[in-house]
Each structure stands twice: as C-alpha cells, then as structure tokens.
C-alpha cells in the first residue's frame, strides 16, 4: 500500500539556506513582527469572555474572512512539500485531492451548514448529540478528533514544518519552532477564534501571492507548459546503480500517465475509482464534518456570507495544481539528481534519506529561482502555512475538549471556567507540538511522515458513512450510530495496525507484507470501510425503534423545512446542567481585586462579571421546560435575501463547471 506523500529529509546540511541575503531576513522579520501586532490588536479590539465569543467571535464572519480562512487552515506546509514532491514523482493525478475540494464546499455551504446553524451546536458533536440525545457518540467523536489532529495534523505539520526550517532557513529546529510558537500560542490564547481568523486572512493572501509568484518564475525558468509536457518524461538522474545494485525503471522514470488524473483502477498509484469515490469519501469528512472547518461556517453572519465564504475558498482551491503541484514537476526536469535521485548514496547525500528526495522539490525551487526580497515573502508565505494549519488547529481541538468533554467530566462548569479550560488546553497542545520535533530527528522519521499520512485513511470514513446517514436518513437511530461508527473505528484501528506493523513500502525495497493487507489500495479500503459501517449504520438502526418526527425538525434532510418546534433529545442534559449551574454552582474562578488578576483578565478578555453561564439563566431554563428550544435564537435563524441568495447560487454553479471542465481537460 502506498500513500500520495513519503519520506522527509533528515540531513540539516541537504539544501543550501535560503536567507542568506539581510533583505530575505528583514522582510521575513517584518511579516512574523505584523502578525503578532494583528494577534495583539485583536486582543485589545475583540470580545472574548464568553463561550461564542472565543470559540465563534461571535457569530460575526464576512464571506471574505470564512473563505480567506477556510483556505490558510486547510493549506499547510505539507501541501508545499508534500503535493509538489508527489508531483515530481507521479504527476498531476495528486492534484485531484485539490480539486475535489470545491465540489464539497459546495456540498458543506449548501447542504450540511444549514443544519448545523438551525442545530444551534458550537462543535460538530454537539449535532450528533442534538440528532440522536446520546452524550457517547458525542464523547466518541470528540476523543476521535484530538486523536486525529495530535497524531495526524499536528505531526504531520510539524514533522514538514521542521524539514522547512532546517533545509531551506538553515535554523536549529528547536530555536525556530519555540519561537513559532510563541507567537501563534500568544495571540491564540489571548486572542480567540477572532484573532485566528484575522490571522488567517493575513496568512491566505500571502500564501496566494507567494506560491503564484514562484509558479510564474518556475515556468519562466523552464520555457513554459509545453516545455513541461515536454521534457517531464525525459527527466531521469544520471546515476541508477550503486554496487551490484541496480534500480528498478518504475523507480526513477516518470510515469507515461503523469498529465493524466484518471489512471488505470489496476496497476494505476491514483486509480480512477479511488479518486472519483475514494478521495470524495476522505474530503467528505474532512470538508463536511471537520471541526476546524465547520467552526468557520457556524461563525458566518448570514446564511449568503457562508455559502460565499465556501465558494471563495473552492475557487482558490483551483490554484495548488498550478501554483504547487506543476512547479513540483518542473523542479524534477530542473533539478533531476536531486528531485529524482534513486540510489541510497546519492539521496543521503541530497537530502538525508535513502530512497527519495522529491519533498526537497519545491524548496530547491524556492532557493534556486527566487530573487532576494522575493525569497524572503516565499519564505513568508511558507511560514503562514504552517502558522495557519497549527492555529486553526489549536482553537478547533481547544472547541472540542472544552464543550464536548469538559462539560460531561464537569456538568456544573461555569463560563468563566470553561473560558480558562480552552485556553490551558491551548498550552497542552503546544507542548505536545513541541514534543513532536525530537521525533523527526530519530531514524524513523520518514516512516513517521509516511504513517501520518495513512492515518485518515483509515479512521474516517465511517464518521464520514455517521453525518452523512444522521442528516439523510432518519430512521437511522442512536443505538445503530453509535455501533456502526464504533465497528468502522474498530476495523480501521486493526488495518492500520497491521500496515504499521509490516511498515512502509518503498520502490527500491520489496516489502514482505501480505498482499491481503497492504496490496489493497488505501482509496479502495477507504471505500470498502465506508460501505461496511454504512451498511452496519443501518441494519442495526432496522432492529431498534425509530427517533420520532417531534425529535428531528430541522435536523435531518426529509424534515429540513418543517415549520414545527423541536424537542431536542438532549432537553432532559442541558436543562440539568444549567439547572445546577445556575442555582448551586459558584463561580469557582471569582475575580480578586489584585491587580495581576485584573490585569490576566484583560489579556486574556475574562469578563469580569461571574453572573455568565455556559448555559441559559432561570428564564430560559423555564422555557426548555416546556419544550422549548435554542434555534430561535438570532444566531440559529440567519435567512438570505434573495438578491445575495441568487449570486451565491450562481457563482456555486459557476465554480462546479469550471472544476468539472478542469477534471475534462485533464482526465
């Protein structure tokens, strides 16, 4: 089995430092000192002492900020060294992952946001537990989504980022990551979820900028696209033995299908039917059901500002095949001993490891073509990757371990409280970031990336096969939810474990792992593991009693417009959380007239009134009483004026053709 991105450089002495020019410095300088003085800004400008405050600034976003930033968080440094480094490999089929994403923006704007919003739900738990009255599966898919973002997201980025700063900053790892670090965990803790989103958007137009101004050097540099078309197929290194050994072709010739997306569903490394209903199966559930992502949409002011927020993001989503994955090839026809190198001694020799070189493709690039001051905003634009994905990633797992654990280990939690909780959880996740860097300088680092990239693969796709059954089929109940999406965890869990345990397979080194595990391709299982806890879902939801109407307004695709008040499952849980909060629950983290505890609580924007609760005072505790709910509140109620409602509809469709004609021209 092999994955769309392998190895990392480990050799600090690989590629030359790219900022060796004071003006690269400066203006790298600048740019760090411009988004700690944004984070900072935020914080004195925002409000940030209650729930929807930190976590949704509110409910407030413009479409530009949910796009700008629903681009930076899903852009890291793994896409810069991950997709350009497979395009050196095999091509452009990679760049199908990038294009699959704005049809489902789409699917997310149009279709599962409304239910989330109308759901009235801070985290994307917290529907589940809406939809189905279980605090479990809530708890389940919390715990499910820390694991996937320590041990997938977080690693992965900082395993790349790490490879950034030694190969192509010539930094020590330890001293640029600190320092990384301190800036993000300063405004994201102090600043909220506003500070990330104004952060971002700072970070997407330098992203866009940096990465279209090296495409436009990378193509001036080697002639222009048909001179890819060209030469790419010609691009081989010169030395393919070493000793008595001698590659294998499929090792160092590119492949004859390399301009092509769609590739023979056998012996392709992207067969088709993995693309078409694989790679939409993994997007599904990381577009859809993501808190990182779905955190932008429930902080939209309007219904138009979110679906024009995916739809900016689903255009710009159209550009890494060109600005990423194609400069990756082109650095393979400029660069080929490196890019390319196939032999043991000659890849150590490049970039440190033994069997592959191409992550280095899009830093050779980076180094070799730029321009001083150029460089230095490339290098900018690397940075805001990373910055970017690991923000987004603490302020969405900091979401999810305050309402969606805390609350069940501590019921009775004030607001206040709850407001301390994420921003210490904020700090654990930096720490466990921190603990990531030692790993990537043992000999097992490049198995390491390798088995990051596997994880999602897979443990998604029956969270995937979980939302996609809870909002289309009602009949589907809690007790077959809960089992189907733990029987897919399960079986997930064992194949990963297997594939770990035979580790890796290379080109140049047979593997000895049984072709029942590892000769099914991760696509192909990811389908199969969504057919199987789909079908489980299901036939256990057929034996148990059904969830009635009166449960699901609003909450499931056949009831979408109902007009008739809900009583949500989970009436009986709030109402005897805010019961207890409110009647016997002091607040435990009560102001003191010092002044270094006022001073705290400006910085981190603690409201100094400890009257807040995390839920409704006796008022609304009345109301739920008799059954009433949260969606008629003005955050769960945001309608479209039609005019808004028409360009929206018109410029989805626009960017669905548009990717359509792009999948044609390059099938």
């Not at 600090?12 to 900072?40: E, F, K, P, Q, R």
């Not at 599962?112 to 809530?138: D, H, M, N, W």
């Not at 958007?201 to 890819?228: C, D, N, P, R, W």
Request: glycine content about 8%; charged content about 15%.
């Amino acid at each position: 089995m092999s994955f769309p991105w392998h190895a990392i450089p480990t050799d600090s002495n690989a590629v030359d430092s790219g900022i060796s020019g004071a003006v690269d410095i400066i203006v790298m300088v600048l740019y760090l000192l411009l988004v700690l003085g944004i984070g900072l800004w935020t914080m004195l400008t925002s409000s940030r002492g209650t729930i929807e405050e930190f976590f949704l600034d509110g409910r407030s976003l413009a479409w530009w900020q949910i796009g700008a930033s629903l681009f930076a968080s899903n852009v890291g440094t793994v896409h810069f060294m991950g997709l350009a480094g497979t395009a050196a490999t095999s091509g452009i089929a990679v760049g199908a992952f990038e294009w699959n994403g704005p049809f489902l923006l789409c699917v997310l704007g149009w279709i599962f946001s409304p239910f989330y919003i109308k759901a009235g739900v801070v985290t994307v738990p917290e529907y589940l537990r809406k939809r189905f009255g279980s605090c479990r599966i809530q708890f389940l898919l919390a715990v499910l989504y820390l694991f996937l973002f320590i041990f997938n997201t977080i690693a992965v980025e900082i395993c790349t980022g790490a490879m950034f700063m030694r190969l192509i900053l010539g930094l020590d790892v330890y001293l640029a990551t600190i320092v990384l670090l301190t800036i993000t965990g300063t405004y994201t803790i102090t600043g909220g979820f506003a500070a990330v989103i104004y952060t971002n958007t700072l970070h997407a137009g330098i992203i866009v900028l940096g990465s279209v101004l090296l495409m436009g050097y990378a193509f001036k540099e080697v002639g222009g696209y048909q001179e890819v078309v060209h030469n790419y197929l010609k691009a081989k290194p010169s030395i393919i033995r070493e000793g008595n050994w001698t590659a294998k072709p499929e090792c160092y010739l590119p492949r004859l299908d390399s301009f092509s997306i769609f590739r023979d569903p056998i012996t392709g490394d992207l067969p088709w039917p993995g693309v078409i209903f694989g790679i939409s199966t993994l997007s599904f559930y990381y577009w859809c059901t993501n808190q990182i992502f779905v955190q932008r949409c429930l902080a939209g002011k309007s219904m138009s500002h979110v679906k024009g927020g995916c739809v900016m993001c689903g255009y710009l989503k159209l550009l890494p095949m060109f600005s990423v994955v194609m400069p990756g090839m082109i650095s393979r026809i400029l660069y080929p001993e490196k890019v390319a190198c196939v032999t043991p001694s000659e890849c150590r020799k490049h970039c440190g490891t033994r069997t592959s070189c191409s992550p280095i493709a899009y830093p050779l690039l980076v180094v070799e073509l730029l321009p001083r001051g150029v460089r230095g905003l490339m290098l900018s634009a690397l940075w805001s990757s990373l910055m970017s994905s690991l923000t987004s990633v603490f302020n969405s797992a900091s979401a999810l371990f305050t309402m969606d654990i805390y609350t069940q280990i501590r019921p009775m939690a004030t607001e206040k409280e709850l407001m301390v909780t994420g921003r210490f959880f904020v700090i654990i996740l930096l720490a466990v970031t921190t603990f990531w860097v030692p790993l990537i300088e043992t000999a097992y680092s490049e198995q390491l990336f390798h088995y990051m990239q596997a994880v999602m693969s897979y443990l998604v796709p029956p969270i995937a096969a979980t939302f996609l059954l809870a909002i289309f089929c009602k009949r589907v109940t809690e007790q077959g939810a809960f089992w189907g999406l733990t029987c897919g965890l399960l079986i997930g869990f064992l194949q990963m474990a297997l594939v770990f345990a035979y580790g890796p397979q290379t080109c140049s080194v047979d593997s000895k792992c049984p072709a029942i595990i590892c000769g099914l391709h991760y696509l192909y299982f990811a389908i199969l593991l969504f057919l199987v806890s789909l079908c489980t879902i299901l036939g256990i939801s057929l034996f148990t009693d059904p969830i009635p109407d009166k449960h699901l307004h609003r909450l499931c695709w056949s009831l979408r417009n109902s007009e008739e008040r809900r009583v949500d499952l989970d009436t009986e849980i709030r109402k005897r959380r805010s019961t207890s909060t409110f009647q016997t629950q002091p607040d435990v983290l009560k102001e003191t007239q010092s002044c270094p505890w006022k001073v705290l609580g400006v910085f981190c924007g603690l409201e100094p009134d400890p009257g807040h609760k995390v839920a409704p005072e006796k008022t609304t505790i009345e109301k739920m009483e008799h059954g009433a709910t949260f969606e008629g509140t003005k955050h769960s109620d945001r309608s479209e004026s039609p005019h808004w409602r028409k360009v929206v509809n018109i410029s989805g469709c626009l960017l669905i053709l548009i990717t359509v004609l792009c999948h044609i021209l390059y099938y």
